[in-house]
């Protein structure tokens, strides 16, 4: 069975304090991994996607990474904009069209 | 282009009701999905659809049905209410030939059964 764990479940920064997210995932073939932002209230907005293992993407602040095991998202300088819930998912390539997501690190910057 | 719209937006239910919750996109879309949030708990797949006429469960279909008539159109039927179908639900998209494969989801559908 695929899962995807993330840690920690919530992250209080300062405005301009640096800090990853992590997420593990178990896949019997990993055929994408997806990073997702969900502001409340609001459904997730999709992010990167990360297809092998030492594959990076970057978008403003944010920096995904991706390992056989676990991604990374790493958050630099972050400003009180980037508080959200950042949710990881997994695609096996057993599993057809379905995503597996995880229980998400809510980001909370402080300015 | 409004992507993909999710009605209502916000609905108690009383313990034994019944309700649908809309679900459209304007994107020509062949696959989409229907995911319940629980806090904490990360989004589960509850049906899904990889065109019209064709739908498959997920992990968790028990206590609903849907139907995809049209690409646009992808409703999700609640039978019999429970308070266990406290949830936000969202209904999400995605075109196969996109090579990002990123679905694109609703606003959801806060429920709540009592």
């Known amino acids: 069975e695929d899962q995807v764990t993330q840690s920690p479940e919530a992250l209080r920064l300062q405005e301009g304090e640096s800090s990853s997210l992590n997420c593990s995932y178990t896949v019997s073939g990993l055929r994408g991994l997806f990073w997702y932002r969900q502001d409340p209230g609001k459904g997730p907005e999709f992010l990167f996607t990360l297809y092998s293992a030492g594959e990076e993407k970057e978008k403003e602040r944010l920096k995904a990474t991706l390992t056989k095991k676990e991604s990374f998202l790493h958050i630099t300088a972050p400003k009180p904009e980037d508080s959200a819930t950042y949710l990881c998912a997994v695609q096996a390539t057993a599993a057809g069209n379905k995503l597996t997501f995880g229980g998400g690190t809510r980001v909370l910057v402080k300015p | 282009n409004a992507g993909v719209t999710q009605t209502p937006k916000f609905r108690i239910l009383k313990i034994g009701q019944s309700m649908t919750l809309q679900c459209t996109q304007d994107?020509?879309?062949?696959?989409m999905y229907w995911y319940r949030q629980d806090p904490g708990m990360g989004l589960k797949l509850i049906y899904y659809?990889?065109?019209?006429?064709?739908?498959d469960k997920g992990e968790v279909p028990n206590g609903y049905n849907v139907s995809r008539s049209t690409t646009e159109d992808f409703p999700l039927r609640l039978e019999l209410a429970a308070p266990s179908q406290t949830s936000v639900y969202f209904c999400a998209s995605r075109n196969p030939g996109q090579g990002n494969y990123g679905y694109t989801f609703g606003s959801g559908t806060r429920l709540t059964v009592v």
């Open positions: 994107m020509n879309h062949n696959y």
């Open positions: 659809s990889v065109g019209a006429g064709i739908t």
